[in-house]
């Protein structure tokens, strides 16, 4: 579970782990229109969060990708961040972004899902300030409401779902829902109108997505009932009508339900937001996982239609514990304007080590995912060896770091071990080209690259 061509300075792992600045390039924007441009130099950056460790690490994207000399990892005891660090937290279980504060820098939205305040149930999302510095100038945090058995930040959400230009943030915690006015910073928050989640639920994600043009921008959580079957389901509306229009997809044993992972993107090029769960217990026909696709349309989802590794043109075998599915990002990577599909397979035998882990792309044909390509840790050019239990895959995000109009493919393989340093983790980034994903420069770094080191650090959790 070692990671080859892995060095950085020592210099820039001290100043990393403190969470201070990192010599930034590019010249910053006051108007950047990016989510996830932190520093607003025009390119999205790579958020790598590490609950275990109660971190996130921000790489700074360029025309040249991501390195670990331009970034800034960040923690409860950063200056300026509210909080302090405990074990139990959870800092960096949940990562999403936005400008909350409309300075044009895109701003670091953090769940900690473990967070105990006195007086309140479990859990807080902190929102920490970008800027031209990096992060500089605080941030602020929200707790728990009342209205929930705790677990608060387990999933968030930046979106503009009253339509009204301006986008609002959404988080689940372990039983329940909430948006918030005044861009989360008045501390208003505002639940579910009809409550339709099942008693005994622990909620474990959110994705939001227009999924039905006409009802605005619409809302999937997922979770595991009390009896351990799986819950997925889709609420749209608006503003003063959450709930009321909700519609459980999939539960139980259902395949095309969810518990791990889902994720939005245009698969067929209709306009629509299509949804793209995956279940990594499930195969229709099978054992080692699936993913399904659900077509976004007027008024409602298409017919679920989904894929296993014994489905046509899927790579590899159909096996127990690969985990197809425990992770999945939809981006356009060939640049045809159709979202292709990274699928993590944490669990998959390479060249018979088990629990090795790897990436499928599965590439969108006219909204059929009918070929693809698996990448691990022995494909040509990919830095590292496959050995078991390093889970290669855990985590899985397409978006264009570089600027030049493909997706690119980060992963994360939280099992990694450093040396004789078990399960710190490690990240790799491989660029989207004109002809697909490229393992040719591929970009790599661990958490001792950060001071985000130790046994059990788990870097490379979530990848956003």
């Not at 060095?7 to 989510?35: E, F, N, Q, R």
């Amino acid at each position: 579970m070692r990671v080859r061509n892995l060095a950085v300075t020592a210099s820039v792992a001290v100043l990393a782990a403190a969470g201070l600045t990192l010599p930034l390039a590019g010249v910053a924007s006051a108007a950047t229109a990016l989510k996830d441009d932190f520093n607003g130099d025009g390119y999205r950056d790579l958020a790598v969060g590490s609950p275990h460790s109660n971190s996130v690490t921000v790489t700074f994207g360029s025309a040249g990708g991501v390195s670990e000399g331009r970034a800034v990892t960040v923690t409860q005891d950063t200056a300026g961040v509210p909080g302090v660090t405990e074990a139990e937290d959870e800092f960096g279980e949940n990562v999403s972004s936005g400008d909350v504060d409309h300075d044009g820098y895109a701003d670091l939205i953090v769940g900690a899902p473990g967070e105990r305040v006195g007086g309140k149930p479990s859990g807080s999302v902190t929102v920490v300030k970008g800027g031209k510095n990096g992060f500089t100038s605080g941030g602020h945090v929200l707790n728990a409401p009342a209205d929930t058995g705790g677990r608060f930040g387990e999933a968030t959400a930046w979106t503009d779902l009253d339509d009204d230009g301006s986008a609002q943030l959404a988080v689940v915690s372990g039983d329940n829902w909430w948006y918030y006015s005044g861009a989360g910073e008045d501390g208003r928050a505002h639940g579910l109108e009809v409550d339709f989640i099942p008693e005994g639920i622990r909620l474990e994600g959110m994705v939001a997505g227009n999924f039905k043009v006409e009802d605005g921008v619409g809302f999937v959580l997922y979770g595991e009932r009390a009896d351990g079957g799986a819950w997925t389901a889709h609420m749209n509306g608006g503003v003063g009508d959450y709930g009321y229009l909700a519609e459980v997809l999939g539960e139980g044993d259902d395949p095309t339900a969810t518990r791990d992972a889902a994720t939005a993107g245009d698969v067929n090029g209709d306009g629509r937001a299509d949804l793209i769960t995956g279940n990594s217990r499930n195969g229709r026909g099978g054992k080692g996982g699936s993913v399904t696709v659900r077509f976004g349309g007027e008024g409602k989802f298409g017919a679920p239609v989904t894929y296993s590794q014994a489905s046509a043109g899927v790579p590899g075998a159909d096996e127990a514990d690969d985990a197809f599915g425990s992770a999945v990002s939809a981006g356009d990577v060939t640049g045809d304007g159709l979202a292709d599909l990274a699928v993590g397979v944490p669990g998959e035998t390479v060249d018979t080590v088990g629990g090795a882990g790897s990436v499928v792309l599965l590439t969108s044909g006219g909204g059929a995912f009918t070929s693809g390509k698996a990448w691990h840790q022995e494909t040509a050019g990919v830095p590292g060896v496959a050995e078991a239990g390093d889970h290669f895959g855990t985590s899985v995000r397409l978006k264009d770091i570089n600027k030049n109009g493909r997706a690119d493919l980060s992963t994360g393989a939280t099992g990694e071990d450093i040396g004789a340093t078990q399960e710190v983790g490690a990240v790799w980034v491989l660029r989207g080209t004109a002809n697909g994903l490229t393992s040719s420069s591929v970009a790599s770094f661990n958490g001792t690259d950060f001071g985000v080191g130790g046994v059990g650090a788990g870097f490379g959790h979530t990848v956003r």
